[in-house]
């Protein structure tokens, strides 16, 4: 899927559509929201992914550099 974003937004939300507690697909359209630079929804998706697995390391790292990054553009 890579390049073709549209595509994997709407994969993503089939998942969430189909399971949606997925700490996966939450953290995947964190990744691609952030790419897009829709900061907002990439912490929104980012949280929703460490709150379902907050032991998840790599789903802490995100969603702090995410928060900071949103911090330091307002």
Request: aromatic letters at 12%; charged letters at 30%; proline letters at 3%.
């Amino acid at each position: 899927m890579k390049g073709d974003s549209e595509k994997a937004f709407a994969c993503l939300r089939n998942c969430l559509n189909i399971k949606p507690q997925s700490s996966a697909a939450n953290f995947e359209l964190a990744r691609l929201y952030f790419g897009g630079r829709d900061y907002d929804a990439a912490l929104n998706y980012g949280m929703k992914a460490h709150n379902l697995k907050p032991d998840n390391k790599w789903y802490i790292a995100r969603s702090e550099e995410r928060r900071v990054g949103k911090e330091w553009r307002s």
